[in-house]
């Protein structure tokens, strides 16, 4: 298709995330993505500083990713998973649960991180329903982002996720404040006392704590302390609450630990996966809990967990799913997320000069630019294409969160391109 004509059926039919059929935000075509760079349909190559929304770990391509899903494909693209079983999900079952925080056993397979999400909510609510307890509502953070369904939208940040909009249909949940302490800072008692004021005001009714552990993704890329999560963790047990942690972004390496819950030496009742599950190749989540939890939905009324999606457990996405894993653990990946961080702090530091910068943070291979006033997306979105990168700020925030194979060149060109048009747009 000529380029033109794309991008004209484009922005006739086609939404894009959080879009406008207006036709005023630009979009570009990739013909082609391989390693850590995306073709554009005019030829151009853009070193990637978004693996996909912090998916494609591996980068593009891969040859071991690219041959588990032909290998797949010869003996099924998909069949029902009710009534029927595979390889594929199992042996990606097994992995998940020797991999995860201890105790997480019973596995739950579906289509995205959103979805995991409302399937945590619903085993929460059923593990009360079963324990003879109506608890329905869930206590959450400020800032926190759980994805754009609606029982996940509830738990978003109430002021910047989409609460006013959808005011009339969400469930009013529990907020805390944002976790003040920075990441490697301890958590002090005032830190913690409006969320432990609220879990003692409101257990009877709280199903869970939703959070996401040490980095706070969508919602404003901060990273707080591991102590604090540590002490929701014994809140939770102290007045009985279940802990549900979404690790949609952080699971698998991001931060520098396989899951972030580990910083903080935790584990969680339930705990969502997606995001880099596949590498970035096909769209998969997952929900882990416990078998305590499993067992008591299970042997009480009404004894099954109500949730069954069509595409649950996808053989081709569970397949490339085993692979991505495979290829992570026989990789040198702590070394490669530590070697990014390291060129994310050098890279982004001339940043720290700029008038129109707040902060500078990295934490393994995240690296955030935060600035003073929001970017204009018509504007800077261009610019960092003309110089040779693909970088989607939001809000304030600049972030980079390259692939881990990402060499050390590619990632000095890549800051020095943030830290250039930074400069010439704030
Ligand atoms: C992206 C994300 C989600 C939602 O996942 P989708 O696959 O986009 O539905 C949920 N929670 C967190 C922490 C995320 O980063």
Same mark, same amino acid.
């Given at each position: ?23 005023? &935000? ?6 082609? +993505? ?29 040859? @071991?990713?690219? &041959? ?20 594929? +999900?199992? !042996? ?7 991999? !995860?925080?201890?105790? *997480?056993?019973? =596995? ?11 399937? +945590?909510?619903?085993? %929460? ?23 754009? $369904? ?9 002021? $910047?996720?989409?609460?006013? *909009? ?7 949940? @529990?907020? %805390? ?23 003692? /005001? ?23 302390? &591991? ?55 096909? !769209? ?5 809990? $416990? ?7 299970? /042997? ?13 457990? /996808?053989?081709? %996405?569970?397949? =490339?799913? /085993? ?39 990295? #934490? ?18 261009? &610019?960092?294409?003309? +110089?040779?990168?693909? =970088?989607?700020?939001?809000?304030? #925030? ?18 020095? %391109? ?9």
């Amino acid at each position: 298709m000529e380029n033109t004509s794309l991008l004209e059926s484009d922005a006739c039919f086609l939404w894009h995330p959080y879009s406008a059929m207006n036709g005023r &935000a630009r979009v570009f075509p990739v013909a082609s +993505a391989r390693g850590v760079r995306l073709k554009l349909a005019n030829g151009e190559e853009l070193i990637d500083g978004m693996s996909s929304w912090w998916c494609a770990i591996h980068g593009y391509n891969h040859p @071991l990713l690219n &041959a588990a899903i032909d290998s797949q494909l010869q003996d099924m693209s998909h069949v029902m998973f009710g009534g029927l079983t595979h390889a594929p +999900a199992v !042996t990606l079952a097994e992995q998940l649960v020797k991999l !995860t925080p201890e105790h *997480l056993e019973n =596995v739950f397979f579906s289509d995205s991180g959103s979805v995991a999400v409302e399937v +945590a909510m619903k085993m %929460a609510i059923q593990y009360w329903h079963a324990k003879g307890q109506s608890r329905q509502r869930f206590l959450s953070l400020c800032n926190g982002y759980h994805g754009d $369904t609606f029982g996940a939208m509830s738990v978003c940040d109430p002021v $910047t996720g989409m609460h006013r *909009l959808f005011s009339g249909i969400l469930p009013s949940q @529990l907020f %805390a404040p944002a976790p003040q302490p920075g990441f490697g800072e301890p958590c002090r008692e005032e830190h913690i006392r409006e969320f432990r004021n609220l879990m003692a /005001n409101h257990a009877h009714e709280i199903a869970a704590v939703i959070v996401e552990p040490v980095v706070q993704g969508a919602g404003g890329m901060r990273f707080y302390s &591991a102590d604090y999560l540590q002490q929701v963790r014994s809140l939770c047990d102290e007045y009985e609450v279940l802990l549900i942690a979404d690790e949609i972004a952080t699971g698998f390496g991001r931060t520098g630990k396989l899951f972030a819950c580990e910083w903080a030496d935790i584990s969680p009742d339930i705990l969502c996966l997606g995001k880099a599950l596949t590498g970035g190749y096909l !769209t998969l989540a997952a929900t882990l809990t $416990t078998k305590a939890i499993g067992h008591t939905i299970s /042997n009480n009324p009404p004894g099954i967990f109500m949730h069954g999606p069509t595409f649950m457990a /996808n053989p081709l %996405a569970c397949a =490339v799913a /085993n692979a991505s894993i495979e290829l992570l653990l026989e990789s040198p990946w702590q070394q490669r997320v530590e070697q990014i961080a390291q060129g994310l702090e050098q890279g982004l530091a001339p940043c720290r000069k700029l008038p129109g910068v707040a902060e500078v943070r990295v #934490l393994g291979a995240i690296g955030v630019v935060e600035l003073k006033q929001a970017v204009d997306m018509n504007a800077i979105q261009p &610019a960092f294409v003309e +110089a040779g990168v693909w =970088v989607r700020p939001f809000g304030k #925030l600049v972030y980079l969160m390259p692939a881990f194979i990402m060499e050390e060149e590619d990632l000095a060109q890549l800051c020095a %391109a943030v830290v250039k048009v930074v400069a010439a747009h704030t």
